[in-house]
């Protein structure tokens, strides 16, 4: 077989060279992403620069050039004569931070409001985590329990002439305080309402279909600012003599419906996604109408309309900075009052301020949609491929 | 069968009436009525109550009284003895103004951010993302408090004011730039513009009929871009340039002549326009990854070049994702400009809500709050329906 082979045959592989170095590792990501072609590199450039001197002045002002400590003004104020340049006065923020986190709130009664705060952060934490335990009695925990400990432990109880609590006024709340107030309240009142309002919309019955659309539509249309308005300078008027309402209140009950609405619309988009074949298998198993919707309709729709539920929840704690407008302390309000305090007042106060509640709204909101993403991807029980 | 249909006949025997769903359903629809009816009844006792004891005459009369105060931006004609009627007619064009103005500022800059956030240049879209999630993050009202402060306390006084071609100024008086004032003759320009338009429209309607019938183009866009820009510089030329600008010049401690735009209103555009440009830049990305490549592929198959593949095959199917969620932050838009009350722009909440503190007439104010905010929303939204239906897909 093998006595004379005229021409060879290859047994093994050659060695494999490695790719060229200008393809891999970070030249050759640099070459794809950033200097693909001529166009592409004035880019890069363009955008290294743009970036540089946004975040360059940004860095210097807000680290670099900040002033950390001091115990009024002088710590933030160029001496005359000096040529220095002095950034952000984060020494203003924390002489100020009890009043941003608890506003005017008596400070021997401080501790009330740590311990709300310290429950809902232990509440929540839990809930929001998927893999823990117990998430029923979490659920009812958070929903009924607490609010009723915490109604009591901010506003202070009494029972008959036994001080148990002292009774700590509204008007003396502020700050983070009054926005977390605001928001926890609006978005845990607004579902249930809006899922309500959704229902009703799509519901058959012609009175209870037109009450819902035009309860929807008016809220819609009109800005919060007037709704805010109207809670605190024509509800008055609906009420009989002598009754009335705690401003807080008045706010939370405007903040509440205008937010429902926008929830029903989201959850309306959800429900007209769910196949009729759903409710009518629904029906042919013999449910009525709540249990057919509670166990049937309303979990798949919900879970389709999560984005939308979320961004309605992160515009609704944005949009609790416009009781600003209307006289309330919320964190922005408290901020801008006590930027005009004389004591500190220097060329950078004010920028330093708005920053400081930049930067806690972005905590707030960015978590909320990352929060968002995460449960999104994880209760993605394919339906898409 | 026949047994069958007399079972079919029976079951209505068996049916209670609270087990009717039709009975049920006028039951609960009656109550609703009567709950409603109820509550109307007696907020309206109350507020009747209320005021009379208060002492406040209802009805729109107040209307007609004279307003007493100045506002700083008016487009129409408006003194301090103009009547309440007039000040919120003021406030009710600044703020279209600010809508309208702003509503071209967001979606120009948020179509660039959105197109950016998609580039192959990881520069660019990361630099497009930080500033997605860095704006839309930060509550509106921050952002205006925020460039209005700005505007007061960064920008230089009017002797050292910031300058740019030498006459345009910028310091914490407003923006002052070159006023262009036109003579009489500068009518035959004006002409010749709306000459031009029309000109356009027509040429453009033609184009597309002949295309349809024959397959050949014809350049509509270019020639009507020449019309329009060509046809009133010939009215210009001919009469002789009869426009002259008003200079801003500086006499004391501030600038006079030219035209200025008021620090709250720069404040106020600036906000309102990066705020909603950032969610346009998402629902632009979002539109254009909507499209499947294989559009794009099919498009460089029939050999067309990546310019006409965008302008001719995405774009249009991205639009059609894009309106619907453009028309509601429009609308956002419209109704966030009533953020102005916070920094006292002369919008119709702001001077409403003067009104409403010199006369007291809560309910009278708010409601005309609420007629013009919804008869906006129902407008705009009733025009993006229009233009989404003509957009929409015509399928068989």
Known sequence: MSQTSTFQIRTEEAPRLPAPVSTTGLIGWMRQNLFSSAGNTILTIFGILLAYSIFAPLIQFALIDAVWSGDNRDACVVPDGSTETVGACWAFVKAYFPQFIYGRYPTEEIYRVNIVYAMFAGLLIPMAIPSVPFKKLNAVLLLIVFPIIAYYLLTGLVIGSDVILPIVETPFWGGLLVTLVIAVTGITASLPLGILFALGRRSDMPIVKLVSVIFIEFWRGVPLITVLFMSSVMLPLFLPEGVTFDRLLRVLIGVTLFSAAYMAEVVRGGLQAIPKGQYEGAMALGLRFWPMMGLIILPQALKLVIPGIVNTFIGLFKDTTLVMIVGMFDLLGQIQTSTSDPNWASPTTGVTGYLFAAMIFFCFCFGMSRYSIFIEKKLHTGHKR | ?396
């Open chain 2, 1 to 396: 069968m026949t047994t069958r249909d007399t079972e079919v006949a029976q079951p209505e025997a068996r049916t209670s009436l609270i087990n009717d769903p039709q009975a049920r359903a006028i039951f609960f629809q009656v109550l609703l009525v009567a709950v409603l009816v109820f509550a109307g009844y007696v907020i309206v006792t109350n507020t009747v109550a209320n005021l009379q004891r208060q002492n406040i005459a209802s009805g729109y009369g107040f209307l007609e009284n004279i307003a007493g105060f100045g506002i700083s931006l008016t487009l129409i004609d408006y003194s301090e003895t103009s009547s309440y009627g007039r000040a919120i007619l003021v406030g009710l064009l600044n703020t279209v103004l600010v809508a309208v103005v702003g509503v071209v500022l967001a979606s120009t800059l948020g179509f660039i951010i959105g197109v950016a956030r998609l580039s192959k240049n990881w520069v660019i879209s990361k630099l497009a993302y930080c500033y997605v999630e860095a704006i839309r993050n930060v509550p509106l009202l921050l952002q205006i408090v925020f460039w209005y402060f700005l505007l007061l306390n960064a920008v230089p006084s009017a002797r050292n004011s910031m300058e740019a071609f030498g006459s345009v100024f910028l310091n914490n008086r407003g923006l002052f730039m070159p006023k262009p004032v036109f003579g009489p003759e500068a009518v035959l320009a004006l002409g010749a513009l709306i000459v031009a338009v029309v000109a356009s429209i027509v040429i453009k309607i033609w184009a597309s009929r002949r295309q349809m019938a024959t397959g050949q183009q014809f350049p509509s866009g270019l020639t009507a871009l020449g019309l329009i820009v060509l046809l009133p510089l010939a009215g210009l030329v001919v009469t002789g340039f009869p426009v002259t600008f008003d200079y801003p010049v500086l006499k004391g401690f501030n600038f006079v002549g030219g035209q200025r735009l008021i620090p709250e209103m720069i404040a106020l555009i600036t906000a309102l326009s990066i705020y909603t440009s950032s969610f346009i830049a998402e629902i632009v990305r979002a539109g254009i990854q909507a499209v499947s490549h294989g559009q794009t592929e099919a498009a460089h198959a029939l050999g067309l070049r990546h310019g006409p593949t965008l302008r001719l095959v995405i774009i249009p199917q991205a639009m059609r994702v894009i309106i619907p969620p453009l028309t509601s932050q429009y609308l956002n838009l419209t109704k966030n400009s009533s953020l102005a009350v916070a920094i006292a722009f002369p919008d119709l909440v702001s001077l409403g809500g003067t009104v409403l503190n010199q006369t007291g007439q809560a309910i009278e104010v708010i409601s005309i709050w609420m007629l013009v905010y919804l008869s906006l929303s129902l407008i705009t939204s009733a025009f993006m329906n229009w233009y989404n239906q003509k957009m929409a897909l015509v399928e068989r």
